[in-house]
Structure formats: structure tokens, C-alpha cells
């Protein structure tokens, strides 16, 4: 039986995600502060060869979900909306303050901010669209006769 080779991330012996010949691969090395990417020209044993260099799984700190872009663009979202909750909030305080507007806090403000901050923390908490090689998860090379194999 033939087949194409697959490179397989388990976690707890489930298989997070799934690459095959072909793919773009956007990686990051342990010896790397920022991530490259290449597409998989070929998998072996040990080590994935793309169309840039040839990368020992051992070598690998984490690895790019190929959708990862939605994720990241609605972290930074996450991120903007607790700023802004907050700076809503700060600001209608000084104005209070400075103006002498009213005593107190403004009910309508402090419900929008909260909305604002929490939804915001809501988005910023969703998960990273990388994943680091570390216990549960490893790579492994999965051929037609592997259990992992689809």
C-alpha cells in the first residue's frame, strides 16, 4: 500500500493538527526569536524538509496553526477593548473630577466600560495560534500504516 507521509501533532495521543506534503509549515526554532515559513517538500523520522531548510523535530520550540491569522487579529482586538473599557472609564473620572460635572460615578458609563473590559478580556483569553512543542504535545511522522494515518 502507498501513500503520502503526514506530520502529525499529537496531544495526549489525539491528533491536534495534520500537515502533508505540500503544506506551508510556519515554525519557529528553539535557536530563533521570530518564525519562518516554507512549504513541506518532504517528511521524514526526525526531521521535515522544506522548500528553505531541513528542520530536526528536536529543534523545533513551536509551531503556527495554519487559520492562525483569525486568532491573532481577534487577540489584538481582545487587547484594544480592555484599553479602551478602561480609558472610558478613567477618562469620565476626570472629567468628574476636573469639571465637577457631578459627584460620583455615571451608572451608563460604568456599564459600558464593563461590557467593553469584559468582552475584551473575553477575546484576549482565546487561544494562542501557535502551540509549543513541549509535554503533551510531539510530532510525529505518520505513514499509511500508523493508527494516526487519515
Known sequence: M????????LKHET??????????????????NHY??????????????????????????????PDGNKKHIVTKLGKLLVIAGVGYLVVDLLNAYVFDVHSGVD?????A?????????????????????KTPYRLLKANPQSPFYR
Open 15 to 32: 491528533v491536534a493538527i495534520r500537515f502533508i506534503e505540500g503544506d506551508d509549515f510556519e515554525y519557529k526554532r528553539k535557536s530563533m
Open 107 to 111: 451608572e451608563d458609563v460604568v456599564k
Open 113 to 133: 466600560s464593563a461590557i467593553m473590559a469584559g468582552t475584551g478580556a473575553v477575546l484576549w483569553l482565546i487561544p494562542k495560534n501557535s502551540v509549543r512543542l
Open 2 to 9: 502507498f501513500g503520502q507521509n503526514q506530520l502529525v501533532l
Open 36 to 65: 519562518e515559513k516554507g512549504y513541506i517538500l518532504s517528511i521524514g523520522d526526525f526531521a521535515v524538509i522544506t522548500n528553505r531548510d531541513t528542520i530536526e523535530y528536536a529543534s523545533l520550540e513551536r509551531i503556527r496553526f
